[in-house]
């Protein structure tokens, strides 16, 4: 048998009343689970987003179910569940989300993964107000680079390492603009 990683894409769109003009923050939350051949769990998007320019941000939060079945061939005993890779954009109202979900030390017989995630076709998620929960999951912010802005400056704000910073982000050429996860 052969330790494998494989790599999960997730990709969402979530539905605002109102066009969004400007995502000023954004977070991306999980809690995974691993049963049987099964890996399942949620992510929960939250942050602030502008209406228009001169407008006060509006909070948001949506959670989005998250389900992979893999093949009986496979055995998960020791399998790790991280977030790989996160993206998003904006279209006037809608909130497209690309998640790319690790599962790593997997061990691995014949077949590939069977079934993943949600099915295609359902309809946009709408986007909910922010609720308090005290579950036990990572969190990673995306921060994207304003005019001044430095390397040590955001370090501080967020209260993280270089490492930290350097583990998710290529952080050799960071101008304005750009967008740099960070890990909570």
Known sequence: MINIKKIVPFKKDILFDTDIYEITSI??????????????????????YKEAADKTPVSYKNV????????????????????????????KNILKVS???????????TEEIK??????????????????????????TVYIVRDGDTIEGIMK????????????NDISNIKTGDKI???S
């Not at 977070?27 to 602030?48: A, P, R, T």
């Open 27 to 48: 977070s991306l939350d999980h809690e995974f689970k691993v049963e049987e051949n099964i890996v399942s769990g949620k992510f929960i998007i939250s942050g602030l």
């Open 64 to 91: 989005l179910p998250f389900s992979v079945d893999f093949d009986k061939s496979y055995i998960m005993d020791n399998a790790l569940v991280d977030i790989d890779d996160f993206n998003y954009e904006t279209d």
């Open 99 to 109: 998640i790319d979900v690790s599962v790593d030390n997997v061990e691995k017989g």
């Open 115 to 140: 079934r993943c995630i949600e099915e295609e076709e359902t309809p946009p998620k709408k986007s909910e107000k922010p609720a308090d929960t005290d579950s036990d999951y990572k969190s990673y």
């Open 157 to 168: 704000q967020y209260s993280v390492t270089r490492d930290e910073i350097e583990e998710y």
């Open 181 to 183: 996860i960070i890990p």
